[in-house]
């Protein structure tokens, strides 16, 4: 795998960050398929969201 995405979710009680799974993204095919950008819609939701959006990095 050349590229893949990891997904994590912080525990609410410790902050921890829990991991989820390591997955190959789908989002270019869907992009080139449907029109339609996951990749833009979620940070349109997440700048709308600030509040709730954990970055990390």
Do not use: Q, R, W
Request: hydrophobic fraction near 45%; proline fraction near 4%; include cysteine.
């Amino acid at each position: 795998m050349n590229f893949g995405a990891a997904d994590f979710k912080m525990c609410p009680d410790t902050e921890e960050l829990l991991f989820l799974e390591f997955s190959a993204p789908m989002f270019a095919a869907f992009k080139k398929h449907s029109e339609i950008s996951i990749v833009d819609n979620i940070i349109g939701y997440l700048s709308e969201h600030e509040e709730k959006a954990y970055m990390i990095g």
